[in-house]
Structure formats: structure tokens, C-alpha cells
């Protein structure tokens, strides 16, 4: 499942980006200087075929819906963690614009839950079950095993996220329970298909699967992991001390829950030299703005639960303003449009 | 999810209109400035984003994009912020706006929220994409010193994306011949199938790589076109981040409103 922009806070949203980011970057890094140009091609077109194989479904058998592959965890074994995370990403980059599928600013998020998780956490587990010879068998249970890791991380990713952006009111725990039961028949049947893709592939062409499970022994490959398990700590690191750090800066996000949960308000904030600023910044432009209901002006009056204030004025000056600025605009554009009729550009076509 | 509609937004994005013609860095910068403004908003607003229809609006319009085409995709909620957000009315009951009588709790003011930010943000990207052909973003991230080997990765995708999609059709198409219905729509023959585009997929990779091989392919991929960042460059993006921070901080609706009713 993609992450949306409308449920992020743009601090997670940030601090994901930041992340994934640098990883691509070093990734990249590594792609273009340990493996052959010939991989190259070979990325570009695995990212189109997995918007192809998207498109075959099949019906899980009992329940009668229609599923289909996602294939991260079949790209992020059969190209290694650096080419599989760059080929992801790309793939996540072009659902982002023309498919609509997770936003731009979401792009960090899903980048971390859908591409990250399958390169370093699928791909070495994947290698470790099905050893250096594997049989139909040991790929079944290696290819299943690395689907529900992944997956159900993926899943806890993405609560995660949208628990710290505090956009929605599901409560942790609940939401948690939720979602990595959904993800499990979906992690069951992603890891079957993809054991079935390679096995089809290993009866065909042995030649490619043995270069795909002979890598798995090389020096070169096995060295190369130490660095992806030091940036994915890294990464789990920053991603906590940052995501706090920017969570406890949007008052309606971890802390708003944080001083329910606990009765305080705002949690350490002081600590924080940049949550002190932009608290600042947020109460001048509320000063600015006294028709906003602010956080800052219901703490300052009394800290327990009379956050929302109900005031008719208020709800109807911003009812009567939002149809006031959409007519507006819709004015503007059909203006706009009919001068665009009436004055047709040079050399239309 | 069509890769119908996909196709129509490329050939919209290699239009000519003003917007077109802009730098794809500036084009970048004032998406991701509007969307960091829209995302920004507390949970519980929602008339305040109101103003910010004016972007995917004046977008429609100037860059001459067919607006049913964004609407439609808009109209297309994802499932997750729907299902996500859909819960905010059950757990969040307190009253929070009073009107006419009605009591409007919390949750559907955030719950509304979510879908109008939704729509704005996926109207966003589309009009990017709409406005900005794929080769050219690329350019714009290059020169933002996005590592190459990743936007070739990403040329490649796109150049590849449309010609796969149809050989997967080709496979779904001969799958509904020989089985009627769901029968044959079983996990291990979709499995063969999805083998099989793998299999013509990496042939095809061989093939591409020994013909740009021949061609003097050395690891990148050079554009004809030089990128300038002009002062029309300039004036888009500050206008853009400008009007995004004055809708974000100042309550534009809520004056709007109270002069609408003086009015």
C-alpha cells in the first residue's frame, strides 16, 4: 500500500525523504562503481516489467478476490539491494506522477517501506534460507519468509508514519493490529508467486538463476553487505531521533497524542530550540490570524480538553469564505478560459 | 491506474504553452512548495485550504490541460486515505463547529480535510507531470544533482514503461482466450506468465544493451537541449512560494468570508 500525501505531516514526510534519499544516493554510488553498464539497461527495463507484471492477476484461491504480484521482493533478489532500491525507486517515482499511486512529498515514505525494506532486509534474508543450491522447496520457504518480513515491516512502516503525522485518529496499537493483518495474506500470496516466478525462471533458464544464486556467494556481494547493514541502523537511527525531533515540533502530531495519553502538555518542547521557533512562528501568525482556532491560545487559557471552541462565528465566516474564494477561482478560470477562446494561440496543433 | 490515462498525461506534457515552457527545476520547486503548504495546514482545517484550488485551477487553464482528465484521476480516491481517514468520524466525536443547528464533530472536519488535501496533492503532481514532459524533469533532476545513474535508470523506465504494459496485454489478451472467466486465473498460471514476461523482458535487455553498445553507449544519456534558468524561471517560483506561504499563514478564507457577509 502507498502512502498519501494527504495523511502526512510534513516533517515525516521530511525526515523520510531525508532517508531514503541519502540511501539512493549512496546506492547509486555504489551501482556505478562495483557493478558493469550492462546492468543499467537491464534496471530500467526490470522497472517497466514490474508495472507489467502488476497488470496479471490471478485469484486467491478461497477468498475469490483478485490479487496481483507486487514484485519488490522478486527485483531485490534477482538484482541485489543496490540495483533492486534504485529500480524501485524509480518505479515508486513514475506511480507517484502519472499513476497517482502515493504523493510527491510521500515519495521519501514509500521509498523507505516499499523499496528500502525489500533491498535490505529482503534480499539478505531471501539469500540466507535458500542457501547456494537451493530446491523448489527451500525457494518456497526462503521466498515466503522474505515476503512476510518485509511486507508486514512494510505495513509497520506505514503506521508508523501516519501515527507520527497525527493526521489520522487511529490509535497505535488497533491500527497496528489492523494492518498487519491485511498485509498477511498479501505477504503469503507475494511470496508464493514470486517463489513460483523463480522457480519458472530456474527451469527455464538455469543459466540466469545460477548467475542470481551464485552471487550470492561471491567475495565481492558478501562484502558489500556490511555497508547496507551499517546505513540501514544509520538510517533506523536518524529516522527515530529525527522523526521525534520533528514530530514533537507539530503540536497536532506525536505530542498532541503524547499529552493525551499523559495529561501534559507539550512534552519537552523547551528542549527543542527548533520547536521553540516554530511554536513562535506559529503564534505570531496566529496573532495575525484571530479568527484561527490556535493550540498555543487554548494552552495559554487552561491545558485540559477545551481545544476545540465551538463558536458559530468562526465556522460561519470560514464556510461562508471557503464558497466565497472557490467561486472566486472558478470566476478567475472560466475568464481565463474563455479569453484563452477568444484569443487562440499561433500555430494550434 | 490505466496506463491508457498515463499515455494521454505524456502526450498532454509535450504541449506548448507557457507553463510548458518553464524550467523544469522551477516547476519542481513550486510542486513541492505548494504541497509542503497544503500538507502543513493543522489536522482540523479544512476552510483554509480553499484558496490553494486557485494552483491546479490556473494550472488547468494556462497550461491548456484537458481538467476532466485531473478530475477524473482525483476522483479516483486512494484507498488508503480513504480507509485511513474514514475512521477520524468514529473515534473523533467531539463537537467542533456549530451550525444551523447541526453539530459537526471533529472527525468529519479532519476526515473532510484529508480528502481535500488529497485532491489538491494528487492534482499537484498531475499537473506537474502535465505540464513537464518525463525527459525534461529528468534534466530539471539532474541539474538539481540527482546521482545520474539513478535518472537514467529512470529515462530507461519511462522509455520502456508503455511498450512492457503492452506486452503484458498481449499475455492477459491470450490468457482470456484460451480461459473463460476466472478459471484459469489461477496463482500458479499467472505465475508462469508473469515467468514468461521476465524471461522476453531480460532478453530484451540484452538486446537494448548490445544495440546502444554498438552505438557508443557509455553510461549516460545526453540531451540536445540546454536548460537556462531564466528570470520568467525566477518570477514563477517566488510568485508560487510567495502566495503558497501568504494562503498558509494568513487566514485568507476567514477574511474572504467575513467580507463576503459585510458584503
Known amino acids: ?349 | 491506474m490505466s496506463c491508457y490515462e498515463a499515455d494521454r498525461l505524456d502526450r498532454i506534457a509535450y504541449g506548448d504553452s507557457p507553463l510548458h515552457r518553464l524550467d523544469p527545476r522551477a516547476k519542481i520547486l513550486a510542486t513541492l512548495a505548494f504541497i509542503l503548504a497544503v500538507v502543513s495546514q493543522p489536522k482540523y482545517e479544512l476552510f483554509g485550504l480553499a484558496p490553494f484550488i486557485l494552483f491546479p485551477l490556473l494550472t488547468i487553464v494556462i497550461g491548456e490541460i484537458p481538467g476532466r482528465l485531473i478530475f477524473r484521476r482525483v476522483l479516483l480516491v486512494s484507498p488508503f486515505a480513504l480507509l485511513i481517514g474514514a475512521f477520524n468520524p468514529f473515534l473523533d466525536r467531539q463537537v467542533f463547529h456549530h451550525l444551523w443547528g447541526f453539530d459537526i464533530s471533529g472527525g468529519w472536519i479532519s476526515f473532510s480535510s484529508i480528502l481535500v488535501r488529497f485532491a489538491l496533492t494528487v492534482s499537484a503532481a498531475l499537473a506537474l507531470i502535465a505540464t513537464t514532459s518525463f525527459p525534461s524533469l529528468c534534466q530539471g533532476l539532474t541539474a538539481m544533482r540527482v546521482p545520474r545513474t539513478f535518472v537514467v535508470q529512470l529515462l530507461f523506465l519511462y522509455r520502456y514503461l508503455f511498450l512492457l504494459a503492452e506486452e503484458g496485454g498481449r499475455i492477459l489478451r491470450a490468457r482470456a482466450l484460451r480461459a473463460r472467466g476466472w478459471r484459469g486465473r489461477t496463482p500458479r498460471v499467472a505465475a508462469s506468465m508473469v515467468g514468461t514476461l521476465f524471461l522476453r523482458t531480460l532478453d530484451r535487455a540484452e538486446r537494448i544493451y548490445q544495440a546502444m553498445s554498438a552505438r557508443g553507449y557509455d553510461g549516460n544519456i545526453r540531451q540536445l537541449r540546454r536548460l537556462s534558468f531564466t528570470i520568467t524561471d525566477g518570477v514563477f517560483l517566488v510568485a508560487v512560494a510567495v502566495s503558497c506561504a501568504f494562503f498558509r499563514l494568513l487566514p485568507v478564507t476567514y477574511w474572504m468570508g467575513r467580507w463576503g457577509r459585510d458584503w
Open chain 1, 1 to 349: 500500500m502507498h502512502m498519501s500525501d494527504a495523511l502526512l505531516s510534513p516533517g515525516i514526510g521530511l525526515a523520510f525523504g531525508a532517508v531514503s534519499g541519502g540511501t539512493l544516493v549512496y546506492s547509486a554510488h555504489k551501482v556505478k562503481t562495483t557493478l558493469d553498464d550492462h546492468l543499467v539497461p537491464l534496471m530500467g527495463v526490470l522497472g517497466a516489467f514490474v508495472f507489467a507484471a502488476q497488470m496479471i492477476n490471478f485469484t486467491i484461491p478461497g477468498t475469490g478476490s483478485s490479487g496481483h504480484l507486487g514484485g519488490g521482493l522478486l527485483l531485490a533478489v534477482l538484482l541485489g539491494p543496490h540495483a533492486a532500491l534504485l529500480t524501485l525507486s524509480s518505479v515508486l517515482v513514475v506511480q507517484s506522477l502519472f499513476f497517482a499511486d502515493g504523493g510527491v512529498l510521500a515519495l521519501g515514505t514509500n521509498i523507505f517501506n516499499l523499496g528500502l525494506l525489500p533491498a535490505v532486509i529482503g534480499w539478505p534474508l531471501f539469500r540466507v534460507t535458500a542457501g547456494k543450491k537451493p530446491s523448489p522447496a527451500r525457494i518456497t520457504l526462503a521466498s515466503t519468509l522474505a515476503a512476510l518480513c518485509v511486507l508486514e515491516l512494510g505495513a509497520l512502516g506505514l503506521v508508523g508514519e501516519t501515527f507520527l503525522s497525527g493526521r489520522s485518529e487511529l490509535p497505535f496499537g488497533p491500527f497496528l493490529v489492523l494492518m498487519l493483518g491485511i498485509h498477511l495474506p498479501i505477504a503469503l500470496a507475494e511470496g508464493l508467486i514470486t517463489a513460483a516466478v523463480i522457480g519458472y525462471v530456474y527451469k527455464l533458464r538455469p543459466e540466469i538463476a545460477h548467475r542470481t544464486f551464485r552471487g550470492a556467494t561471491e567475495g565481492r556481494r558478501r562484502r558489500s553487505l556490511t555497508p547496507v547493514l551499517t546505513s540501514l541502523v544509520a538510517a533506523a537511527l536518524l529516522t527515530g531521533g529525527v522523526a521525534a525531533w520533528f514530530a514533537s515540533s507539530k503540536p497536532d502530531g506525536l505530542e498532541w497524542s503524547l499529552g493525551r495519553l499523559t495529561g501534559s502538555e507539550k512534552p519537552g518542547a523547551a528542549e527543542y530550540p527548533l520547536a521553540k521557533r516554530l511554536a513562535g512562528l506559529q503564534e505570531r501568525s496566529a496573532a495575525l490570524a484571530d479568527y484561527r482556532v490556535t493550540r498555543s491560545e487554548e494552552t495559554a487559557t487552561s491545558g485540559a480538553e477545551v481545544w476545540p471552541r465551538v463558536d458559530p462565528e468562526i465556522t460561519l465566516s470560514g464556510l461562508a469564505g471557503a464558497v466565497f474564494t472557490l467561486g472566486l477561482a472558478g470566476l478567475l478560470g472560466l475568464f481565463l478560459a474563455r479569453r484563452r477562446r477568444d484569443h487562440p494561440k499561433r500555430g494550434q496543433g
